[in-house]
């Protein structure tokens, strides 16, 4: 599992509360990354983080921000929650043999009423 | 399994048979692959990669082949396992990103008959 813990594994909030994912990881990698997993749909990449405090945008990145102020966590913000990120949340890391191999956590299913 | 595709293609396999899932992918520029499996509420799970300066890779009862030019990409599994049941997907990368970024497939649901 690449020492990759997500929390909280599942919730369920109302619409336009505010939600902040959390994504843990022990091997000090560098890269983080967070996607989103929907049915009709490849995993698309949120934001990522290429060190602490350094972010960048993916491709669905509208409604979502993101922080990391240390290198072993990486959060996800949902500012105000709506249905359509109903989801299902997979952080991953970039792994060190100079490849663009990436390994997932387990896994947040998040629902928006 | 979690939303992980209501309409996947699927393939349904005898246990003990082989087993070959494919990708299309869609950037000729992409220099590296990896084939996942996703079992049903678990996160993605890494199999095996490949570079574009090779065709073919192998690995514990799998193989990855890759065709350039057709932009195709295959995994083997051999003498399939009641536990090889899941989704499987194709990532690959591109040089316009380095190496930080990855494109993913949809899947196939791959289910091992008994």
């Known amino acids: 599992d690449a020492g990759i813990t997500q929390s909280p594994r599942h919730k369920v909030t109302e619409t336009g509360t505010p939600v902040t994912l959390r994504c843990h990881q022990t091997?000090?990698?560098?890269?983080m990354y967070w996607y989103r997993q929907d049915p009709g749909h490849g995993l698309r990449l949120i934001h990522y983080s290429y060190g602490v405090k350094d972010t960048d945008k993916g491709e669905v990145s509208d409604g979502y921000s993101v922080s990391r102020s240390k290198t072993e966590d990486f959060l996800l913000t949902l500012e105000s929650a709506t249905s359509s990120q109903t989801s299902v949340y997979f952080c991953?890391?970039?792994?060190?043999?100079?490849?663009?191999?990436?390994?997932f956590g387990p896994g947040t299913r998040l629902t928006v009423t | 399994g979690e939303s992980v595709g209501l309409h996947l293609p699927t393939l349904s396999v005898q246990e003990g048979d082989n087993s070959i899932i494919n990708c299309a992918y869609s950037n000729s520029a992409s220099d590296y692959f990896i084939w996942y499996k996703q079992e049903s509420g678990k996160g993605p799970q890494f199999i095996i990669d490949i570079r574009s300066n090779m065709d073919k890779r192998q690995g514990q009862r799998v193989t990855v082949l890759l065709n350039k030019t057709v932009k195709h990409l295959s995994l083997q599994i051999a003498a399939t396992q009641p536990g090889d049941s899941a989704v499987y997907f194709c990532a690959e990368n591109a040089p316009a990103f380095g190496n930080e970024k990855l494109t993913f497939g949809t899947g196939t649901r791959l289910t091992i008959i008994p």
């Open positions: 091997e000090n990698h560098r890269y």
């Open positions: 991953a890391i970039k792994g060190t043999s100079g490849g663009a191999e990436q390994y």
